[in-house]
C-alpha cells in the first residue's frame, strides 16, 4: 500500500526544495511573532493545554522535597527553631519601629494632603516551569489571568524584586526577570537616594546604567526601587552594588550589582496586585442640584 | 516484508515524541538545565533516520515549533533549526544506518552542532544574542543521549535497529 519510501519512483519534491520551503515557512514565523506579535494566540493555547502536564510534572519534584523534609534531622529543626526564635524577636522590634513610623508617616501624608499610595494586594505563585533559552530571562507561574493578573504587574519574593509579568494567560503568566538585559528598573540607592536605572546584563547579574563619573555608588550599596514609574512600590530591594569601576572612554561609572532576590532559586513568589492609580476627574462644577 | 512493521507503527512514533516533549516539561533548572539534551530533536532525528516516509520536514517543523513555546523564543527559530536537521540526517541517512552507536553518535555530533548553532542565529537575528558558551552544551549532551539511546535499542532488539523496509 503505502510504498512511498520507495524512492525510485517518487513523485515528490527533493529534499532541498521541501527543505528551502520550510525555511522560509520558518522565517515567515519569525517575522510575523517578533514584528507583528501575530502568533500570541497560539502560544497562550499552547500554554493552556500544557498546563495540565506541566502541574502534573511538577508532583515528583515537590514530593520529593517533602520526603527530605521529612527526614530533616531533628537537631537542625532544634537549631532552625531556635535561629527563627531570635529572628522573631528582632523582626518584632522592627515591626514596632515600622508601625511607629507608619502612623507617623499617615500624618505627615494628611498634613500634605497627599495621594494615599494605592492598596497593595499580594496573589501568591509557585514557580511553574524555567525556559531553557538563554536568549530570554524568564519563568512561568502557576497564576494567571484567572487570579486578576495582569501584564506589568512586579513580582517578588522574600529577599527582593524578581521581575515583572510580561504576558498573562488564563492559567499561567510570565515573569520578565530583572536580569533581562531589555528588563530596565528605576532604583534609588538607598545610601545616597540618588536615583538610576538598573538594566539586567543577561548573565543573571544587572547594572547601573548611566552614572555620572562623579557619583557616590560604593560596593555593598543596596538598590530599591524608586517608584516614580508608578510599576514598582518604592522601596522593595532589587540588588547589591558589587563592582565600581570608571571607564576610561566614557563619563559614565561602570557599576555592577547582583540581583538579590533568587532568581534561579526561588520557588514561590508573590505578585504585587496594586490597584491602578484612579485618575483625577476633574470636579463638576458645583450647580447645586440636589441628587437622589 | 511490510513497510508497516512494528518499529515504526504511527502509535510508537507518537508516543515516543509524546515522551520527549513531556520530559522536556519537567522542572529542570540551573545546571541541569543547562546540560538538558534537546529531547525533541533527537526523536524527530531519530525517526527521519529510521522511518523518512513517516516523520520529515512538516513533523519536524511542527516539533519545533513547540520547542519555541516550550523554550520561550520566537515561534520559527526551533522549526527551522530542526528542519535543516533533519534535511542533513536525510543527506546521511543510508551512511549513518551503517554504523554501530558510538560511530552514529560521533556523525550526529556536527548535525547537532550545526543545528545549535543555526538557533542561535536566528535567535541573534530576532533580537537576542547569544550570551555565553554555556549555549554549546546540549551538542554535547545529545551526543551522548544519541548514543545511549541507539546503544539501548540495539541491544533491546538483539541485532540493532537498522530496519531498511
Given at each position: 500500500m503505502a510504498a512511498s519510501d520507495q524512492l525510485m519512483f517518487a513523485r515528490q519534491l527533493g529534499a532541498t526544495a521541501r527543505l528551502l520551503i520550510w525555511l522560509l515557512v520558518g522565517v515567515a514565523c519569525v517575522v510575523a511573532d517578533s514584528r507583528y506579535h501575530a502568533l500570541d494566540s497560539l502560544r497562550s493555547g499552547l500554554s493552556l493545554m500544557l498546563q495540565p502536564v506541566r502541574e502534573v510534572l511538577r508532583v515528583p519534584a515537590d514530593a520529593a522535597a517533602e520526603l527530605g523534609g521529612f527526614f530533616t534531622r531533628h537537631r537542625q529543626l532544634q537549631t532552625e527553631r531556635d535561629a527563627l526564635r531570635a529572628e522573631r524577636a528582632r523582626l518584632w522590634v522592627s515591626v514596632n519601629a515600622a508601625r511607629e513610623i507608619s502612623r507617623e508617616n499617615a500624618e505627615l501624608r494628611a498634613l500634605l494632603q497627599l495621594q494615599q499610595r494605592p492598596g497593595q494586594r499580594v496573589v501568591h505563585a509557585a514557580l511553574l516551569y524555567r525556559g531553557h533559552d538563554w536568549f530570554v530571562q524568564q519563568m512561568m507561574l502557576d497564576q494567571g489571568a484567572a487570579a486578576k493578573l495582569r501584564s506589568g504587574l512586579p513580582v517578588v519574593d522574600a529577599r527582593g524584586l524578581v521581575g515583572q509579568l510580561s504576558q498573562v494567560y488564563p492559567g499561567s503568566s510570565e515573569v520578565t526577570l530583572v536580569s533581562n538585559p531589555e528588563q530596565l528598573t528605576p532604583v534609588v540607592i538607598e545610601r545616597t537616594g540618588q536615583r538610576g536605572l538598573a538594566a539586567g546584563n543577561g548573565r543573571g547579574q544587572m547594572e547601573l546604567r548611566y552614572m555620572p563619573g562623579h557619583t557616590d555608588v560604593r560596593i555593598n550599596d543596596r538598590l530599591l526601587t524608586s517608584g516614580i514609574d508608578r510599576v514598582y512600590p518604592a522601596g522593595i530591594p532589587v540588588a547589591r552594588v558589587t563592582r565600581v569601576s570608571h571607564l576610561q572612554s566614557g563619563p559614565y561609572l561602570r557599576v555592577a550589582a547582583v540581583p538579590l532576590a533568587g532568581l534561579d532559586r526561588a520557588r514561590a513568589v508573590l505578585v504585587l496586585l496594586a490597584e491602578p492609580p484612579p485618575v483625577q476627574a476633574p470636579l463638576p462644577p458645583p450647580s447645586g442640584a440636589g441628587k437622589p | 516484508m511490510s513497510?508497516?512493521?512494528?518499529?515504526?507503527?504511527?502509535?510508537?512514533?507518537?508516543?515516543?515524541?509524546?515522551?520527549?516533549?513531556?520530559?522536556?516539561?519537567?522542572?529542570?533548572?540551573?545546571?541541569?538545565?543547562?546540560?538538558?539534551?534537546?529531547?525533541?530533536?533527537?526523536?524527530?532525528?531519530?525517526?527521519?533516520?529510521?522511518?523518512?516516509?513517516?516523520?520529515?520536514?512538516?513533523?519536524?517543523?511542527?516539533?519545533?515549533?513547540?520547542?519555541?513555546?516550550?523554550?520561550?523564543?520566537?515561534?520559527?527559530?526551533?522549526?527551522?533549526?530542526?528542519?535543516?536537521?533533519?534535511?542533513?540526517?536525510?543527506?546521511?541517512?543510508?551512511?549513518?544506518?551503517?554504523?554501530?552507536?558510538?560511530?552514529?553518535?560521533?556523525?550526529?555530533?556536527?548535525?547537532?552542532?550545526?543545528?545549535?548553532?543555526?538557533?542561535?542565529?536566528?535567535?541573534?537575528?530576532?533580537?537576542?544574542p547569544p550570551i555565553e558558551l554555556a549555549v554549546l552544551l546540549p551538542v554535547a549532551s545529545n551526543t551522548v543521549m544519541w548514543f545511549v539511546l541507539a546503544g539501548v535499542l540495539r541491544l533491546w532488539h538483539g541485532k540493532g535497529m537498522q530496519d531498511r523496509a
Open positions: - | 513497510p508497516t512493521h512494528s518499529s515504526g507503527s504511527w502509535r510508537r512514533i507518537l508516543g515516543s515524541l509524546a515522551l520527549a516533549l513531556v520530559l522536556e516539561q519537567l522542572p529542570w533548572s540551573g545546571w541541569t538545565l543547562a546540560l538538558r539534551p534537546d529531547f525533541l530533536l533527537i526523536g524527530v532525528l531519530f525517526w527521519v533516520l529510521h522511518q523518512p516516509a513517516r516523520i520529515g520536514f512538516g513533523a519536524a517543523f511542527l516539533a519545533g515549533l513547540m520547542a519555541d513555546f516550550q523554550n520561550g523564543g520566537v515561534f520559527g527559530q526551533h522549526a527551522m533549526a530542526y528542519v535543516a536537521g533533519v534535511y542533513l540526517v536525510l543527506f546521511l541517512r543510508l551512511r549513518l544506518l551503517q554504523f554501530d552507536p558510538l560511530r552514529q553518535a560521533a556523525q550526529l555530533f556536527p548535525i547537532f552542532l550545526l543545528v545549535q548553532l543555526l538557533l542561535l542565529l536566528v535567535g541573534w537575528l530576532a533580537g537576542h
